[in-house]
């Protein structure tokens, strides 16, 4: 199994351009996540989505969108950067049962200029 | 919104010596994780714990789930270079759904 995958890596983008931050998982797991990670905050919940066609949002929503078409993929979409989403973004899958060990990505490095 | 503390925000330790570290809430958790993030990738689970004073262990690393809820501890014992890191704690409670919040991390670094 490969886990979860992101794609790409890292990113700049200039304010105002949209872009879209894949996820995959290959587990078959039911719940995925999207978080951003900055400087001294710890990770923070963007949108989730205990499964297909169903998504909620998380603490930081904002200027983000989600969709869930299929249990494997789960794209974030930036309609117009913003400087202040510069952030470091993990996705993350698990099962929904209750040991809630939770998987996650390697990361996307988003710079907005 | 909700939110963990973590204590101390970084510590430089000499190879070879116990390591401790705390999570705290103001709010009560059902489930407590630890993980801990590499340079450059996302976040690994170290630990799990899901009943208050639970205590559970994972090699050298020993987790405290607190007897009040509100709070988890993690120990390493004999650091090793490859400890090196930043390690999160992860609270979920009852009315937050299924999602976990998490705290800033603790940032440790190993002296040869």
């Known amino acids: 199994n490969a886990g979860v995958t992101q794609t790409p890596k890292f990113q700049v983008l200039k304010t105002g351009q949209s872009m879209t931050l894949q996820c995959a998982q290959d587990m078959n797991h039911e719940y995925m996540s999207w978080y951003r990670q900055d400087p001294g905050m710890g990770l923070r919940l963007i949108h989730y989505?205990?499964?297909?066609?169903?998504?909620d949002q998380g603490e930081v929503p904002n200027g983000y969108n989600v969709s869930r078409s299929t249990t494997e993929d789960f794209p974030l979409r930036l309609l117009s950067a913003a400087p202040s989403q510069t952030s470091v973004y993990f996705c993350a899958s698990r099962r929904t049962s209750s040991y809630n060990e939770q998987f996650f990505g390697p990361g996307t490095r988003l710079t907005v200029l | 919104g909700q939110q963990l503390n973590q204590s101390p925000q970084s510590m430089f330790i000499q190879e070879g010596e116990d390591v401790s570290m705390n999570c705290t809430s103001s709010s009560i958790f059902n489930t407590w994780l630890w993980y801990k993030q590499d340079p450059g990738e996302g976040p690994v689970l170290l630990i799990a714990l899901y009943k208050a004073g639970e205590l559970t262990s994972n090699g050298r690393l020993t987790a405290q789930f607190g007897i009040t809820r509100k709070d988890s501890f993690l120990n390493i014992s004999a650091s090793i270079p490859s400890d090196v890191g930043i390690y999160f704690c992860?609270?979920?409670?009852?009315?937050?759904?299924?999602?976990?919040?998490f705290g800033p991390g603790t940032r440790l670094s190993v002296l040869p």
């Open positions: 992860a609270g979920q409670r009852d009315n937050y759904g299924q999602n976990f919040v």
């Open positions: 989505s205990v499964g297909a066609g169903i998504t």
